[in-house]
């Protein structure tokens, strides 16, 4: 049910410098998803009446259906925020604002925080957390009473603050009112001359208004990402979680650290995934399976019953139906495997169709990429229970018929009817009926 007293905000308007890359830092890629989708899933699993992406003039077109609002300049986090007042209107309820970077957040843990936020009636209510290890973040500080009373950031703490163990995560929730009146008082007197959000804390409290944190009872769901390493050690935690999600559910993966499923991967029970494997996109593995080792599957559709690997190529568009087979050294590209066909060693499939219960040879290539330039790429047909030699290559487009076989080092480049022997370079030659003369044989 869509919660229509809460909006959420999510900051995406920064580079991320100490990336050292060109792509900004919510860009980079975390199991098939940009990091900034991570935090937009979570935020969206909330089902706020109204989710805004702030980003950048050069990246506000790259955040598809959401709504997106634009920070001019990078002036600050809390300039950021403030873009986002104008698509939110006159909304009067709470708003959930989170950094773009911290892709290990969860429905759960947000959940809490409002729940938090709703339970206290503060103006606003911090998500903190104490890591094992010191992090660069800004301090949470308290008065005497125990109550919150800013937020100071690292660059700007003294020895004692520096020593306070609790630290802002970037994630709050704010009455609309209360943040909207201290967004626009935030000023630029620290050590980066930057409009903090940090600092609407320190107004909101000496305002009168009441702040508050709640401790994320998960300590890895605020950690964010500033370099690559982070974000390998944070691909690790995201790759660990997906893996036991799936085991729960009856997923054999026998080497969970070297196997990388991606979010919108599906296993069916009774699967098996052997170690280092990798699963990308959109892919299905239906139950009875086994993929890899050593095997890559991108938007591909492994069928009941069928082998794949080792060390084999499933690329985009590849459907193997129930009882297939995709060998050692394999790679299929945009390809229909019929049920119980084998593709078993060394070789290349790409366009095509292959009917039942076929086999195909070691060193197989389907030569489809267009002769005349402009021209599309032909398709390979081949039927069912047909027996292709050694060595061959169909050059498309070319059908092969049901029953065919195809001598050893053969070049197809003409149709094969059925039940036809094919083949005998230089030139091909078709012997018309060979295989039905000959199959009592």
């Keep these: 049910m869509t919660d229509p007293r809460l909006a959420a905000v999510v900051m995406a308007a920064g580079l991320g410098t100490r990336m050292r890359s060109a792509t900004p830092k919510h860009f980079h890629l975390l199991l098939d998803r940009p990091m900034v989708d991570w935090v937009i899933a979570a935020a969206g699993e909330l089902d706020p009446a109204r989710l805004v992406v702030v980003a950048s003039p050069t990246t506000a077109d790259r955040f598809g259906a959401a709504e997106v609002a634009v920070q001019r300049e990078p002036r600050g986090t809390?300039?950021?925020v403030a873009a986002a007042k104008e698509p939110l209107g006159a909304f009067d309820g709470d708003v959930l604002v989170l950094s773009s970077d911290v892709p290990?957040?969860?429905v759960e843990v947000l959940a809490g925080l409002v729940a938090e936020h709703r339970r206290g009636g503060a103006e606003v209510t911090i998500l903190s957390f104490e890591p094992d290890a010191p992090f660069p973040y800004g301090r949470v500080v308290r008065n005497e009473d125990g109550a919150v009373e800013r937020i100071v950031e690292e660059v700007d703490a003294t020895v004692d603050e520096l020593a306070v163990r609790e630290l802002n995560t970037s994630i709050y929730v704010f009455s609309a009112r209360a943040l909207w009146d201290a967004v626009e008082r935030v000023g630029d007197e620290n050590a980066q001359s930057e409009l903090y959000l940090t600092d609407t804390i320190a107004l909101i409290t000496a305002s009168g208004g009441r702040a508050a944190a709640f401790r994320s009872p998960d300590p890895l769901a605020p950690e964010g990402?500033?370099?690559?390493a982070d974000l390998a050690a944070v691909g690790a935690v995201l790759r660990d979680r997906i893996n036991l999600a799936h085991m729960l559910a009856g997923v054999t993966?026998?080497?969970?650290?070297?196997?990388?499923?991606?979010?919108?991967?599906r296993l069916e029970a009774e699967c098996v995934i052997q170690p280092f494997t990798v699963l990308r996109g959109a892919s299905l593995v239906a139950a009875g399976a086994e993929v890899g080792p050593h095997a890559v599957v991108v938007d591909a559709v492994v069928g009941e019953g069928v082998v794949v690997g080792p060390f084999c190529y499933l690329r985009p568009g590849t459907v193997l139906e129930a009882g297939a087979k995709a060998g050692t050294f394999v790679e299929l590209k945009n390809s229909r495997v019929g049920a119980r066909t084998k593709i078993p060693h060394l070789s290349y499939i790409g366009d095509a169709d292959?009917?039942?219960?076929?086999n195909v040879a070691a060193a197989n290539v389907t030569v489809n990429f267009p002769h005349r330039p402009g021209r599309p790429k032909g398709r390979t047909k081949i039927g069912s229970n047909v027996r292709t030699g050694v060595d061959n290559s169909f050059v498309a487009p070319v059908e092969i018929g049901d029953d065919a076989w195809i001598a050893a080092g053969a070049v197809i480049t003409e149709d094969v009817p059925p039940g036809a022997l094919a083949g005998f370079p230089p030139r091909q030659i078709n012997k018309d009926g060979y295989v039905y003369r000959h199959r009592d044989d």
């Design 78 to 80: 809390a300039d950021a």
């Design 104 to 106: 290990l957040i969860t």
């Design 225 to 228: 990402v500033n370099t690559r």
């Design 253 to 265: 993966i026998v080497d969970p650290a070297t196997t990388w499923i991606g979010p919108d991967v």
């Design 354 to 358: 292959l009917g039942e219960d076929t």
